[in-house]
C-alpha cells in the first residue's frame, strides 16, 4: 500500500483518513501536495499557510481546507500539533481553493475524534455519520487575515523573509539579487502594485497578525511589527484593514 510520507498515513482507500501529527520547528515540511484534500488544524498555536499567490493566518481556531494537489507550506512560530483529515477526491462537500474554517467547540471534538480513529473505526456506518456531521457544520468559510505573495519568486524570497522578522533595506535586497536599486524597485512596482515603502508597510503589519492570533497584547503586536509605540501601530493598522487589532481579535474569537 502506497504511504503518504508528509501526512503520515497509509493510502487504504478509505473515504477519509484522520492523523494527529507533532512537528517541531526544524521538521516542518517544504512545499508539498497531497493527492487527497487535507483540513488541517492547529489547536496550539497560530500557523502561516503559504498557497500558491496567497498567505492565510490561521488562528488557533480555525481549521483550512487545502483542495487535492493544491501545493501549500504550514509554518509556525514553535512546535506544533496538527490534526488532520485527509479527504479523497470528491468526498468532502468543501471549496476547490483553499479556505478557512472557524471551529466551534463541536467541530473542534469531531475533528479530533475522526483524526484519531483507528483504519477498523473508519469502516464503520458511524465513522461515515460522524464525517457527514463534520462537513454540514462546515458549511461556510470563515474572513481570515491574508496576504497575497508576489509572483516573482525573487520577490516571495523578500516577502517570506521579511515576515519571518529578518527584514533588511532595500540596498541590501538589491545587492543580495544582483539587481540595482532602480531595477528592484520598477519589479516591486510590477509585480505588487505598490512603491517599495508602502509595500515593506503591509508586510510589517502582517507580521503583526501571528501574535495577536496568539491572544498577545497590542504592544506585543506592535513590537513585532516593528513600531515604537502601541498608538503608532493601531493607527496604521486600522489604515491598513479598517478594523484595530483589538476588533480583529474579537471578531477571530481570541
Known sequence: MQTDDIG???EDGSPVIGTVTGFSRG???DTH????GQLAWCPDRPVTVETGRALHLVSPGMAIWLPPDCPHRIRAGGARQSVNLYALPGHAPLPDHPAPFALGSLEREVLRTLAGAPRSDRREPAFARLTAV???RLARPAGAPGLPLPADPRLRRIALTHLDGAEQPLDRWAEALGLSRRSLQRLVARDTGRNWATWMRALRLARALAPLMAGA???TAAHAAGYATASGFVAAFHAAYGITPGQMQRR???
Not at 33 to 36: D, E
Request: no cysteine; net charge positive; charged share 15%.
Open 8 to 10: 503520515g498515513f497509509v
Open 27 to 29: 521538521t516542518m515540511p
Open 33 to 36: 501536495a497531497h493527492r487527497r
Open 134 to 136: 463534520l462537513w454540514d
Open 217 to 219: 497584547s497590542v504592544q
Open 252 to 254: 477571530m474569537g481570541v
